[in-house]
C-alpha cells in the first residue's frame, strides 16, 4: 500500500512540476548561468514535498478507501489546473 500510495501522490504533484517547468521555460532569467541553481531547488522540493505528502498521508486517513478516493479526486483537480494554466499561458504567449 505504502508504494501506491507514493505512485498516486507522485502522480497528484507532477502537474505541479509542470507547470513549474513551464514558468521557467518563459521566464527572462533562465538564459543565465545559475539557472540550473533553480532547476535543483525545484526538483528538491518536489521531492521533499512528495515525501512528506507520502508519510502524512497514511496518519490522515485510517481507510485505504477513503485515502484512494480522495487521492484520486486531488489528481483529477490537479490535471484539470494544469490544463487551464496551460491554456492561459498559450492564450497570452508569443510563440514566435
Known amino acids: 500500500p505504502l508504494f501506491f500510495?507514493?505512485?498516486?501522490?507522485?502522480?497528484?504533484?507532477?502537474?505541479?512540476?509542470y507547470w513549474g517547468r513551464l514558468?521557467?521555460?518563459?521566464?527572462?532569467?533562465?538564459?543565465?548561468?545559475?539557472?540550473m541553481i533553480g532547476v535543483s531547488?525545484?526538483?528538491?522540493?518536489?521531492?521533499?514535498?512528495?515525501?512528506i505528502l507520502v508519510v502524512t498521508s497514511g496518519f490522515v486517513f485510517r481507510s485505504p478507501a477513503v485515502e484512494l478516493t480522495v487521492l484520486l479526486a486531488l489528481l483529477v483537480v490537479s490535471r484539470l489546473l494544469y490544463r487551464s494554466g496551460l491554456r492561459s499561458y498559450y492564450?497570452?504567449?508569443?510563440?514566435?
Open 5 to 17: 500510495r507514493a505512485i498516486l501522490v507522485t502522480l497528484v504533484m507532477m502537474p505541479f512540476a
Open 91 to 96: 492564450r497570452t504567449a508569443d510563440l514566435a
Open 23 to 35: 514558468q521557467m521555460h518563459s521566464a527572462t532569467w533562465r538564459r543565465d548561468s545559475y539557472s
Open 41 to 51: 531547488i525545484g526538483l528538491s522540493v518536489f521531492s521533499a514535498v512528495t515525501m
